[in-house]
């Protein structure tokens, strides 16, 4: 449910954009959407993950920008912005604190999945802080290009499928290397005594 309500403010801008055609109108239902999911978070969780506050604050300038202006581009430079304020949080996580942005991520993730990790080195979490941060600067980079080298229908495509795909393959292959030192919480069940009486 929450993978849905996530993509939601995408999926309604990619729907509305296919249907009309209207690049301004599939603006307008993204900020309305982004406005849905941000109450709906509030009502159930009764709080709003940093991410997505800065992604709506994003939105707002750009999607605004975008209406004002009458010009895509603005909107279309929003992935990237994003990608670029996590990288560089990521990056300084690397270098400030006891544990660094992708650890700090990846074990409250895993932890809600009733799975522990057991003693993993400094030098790993290290490694997967600098890829998390690589992934997120070429990802950046590969949302302005088909920004400006494709069709503005192209870019809708590559945003739902192409950005969303990617970063699930990425999630994957950042989990991966964790696998060894992962244990499942199990919770004990009483034995079972039988007594065989003659």
């Known amino acids: 449910m929450k993978f849905f309500v996530d ?14 055609g209207d690049f301004l109108l599939a603006t307008i239902s993204i900020l ?11 009502v159930r969780h009764r709080k709003i993950e940093r991410i997505h506050l800065i992604s709506a604050g994003l939105l ?3 999607g605004g920008m975008t209406l004002l202006f009458d010009n895509s581009a603005f909107l279309q430079w929003k992935p990237t912005i994003l990608y670029w304020v996590m990288g560089a949080a990521v990056l ?24 522990q990790l057991q003693a993993v080195p400094t030098t790993t979490w290290s490694k997967l802080n600098l890829g998390v941060f690589g992934f997120l600067t070429a990802i950046g980079v ?3 290009y ?30 991966m290397p964790l696998s060894r030192y992962m244990e499942t ?5 009483p034995a079972m005594i039988n007594e065989e009486q003659d």
């Open 7 to 20: 993509l939601l403010p995408i999926i309604v801008f990619f729907a509305v954009y296919k249907l009309t």
């Open 32 to 42: 309305a959407a982004t406005g849905v999911q941000m109450a709906y978070s509030w």
């Open 60 to 62: 707002a300038v750009l």
């Open 92 to 115: 300084i996580s690397h270098f400030w604190g006891k544990k660094n942005l992708t650890q700090r991520s990846l074990e409250g993730l895993l932890k809600s999945s009733n799975v």
């Open 142 to 144: 590969a949302n302005l």
């Open 146 to 175: 088909v920004a400006y080298q494709f069709s503005e229908s192209a870019w809708v495509n590559f945003k739902l499928f192409g950005l969303t795909g990617i970063t699930l393959v990425f999630m994957v292959a950042l989990i």
């Open 185 to 189: 919480e199990q919770k004990a069940e």
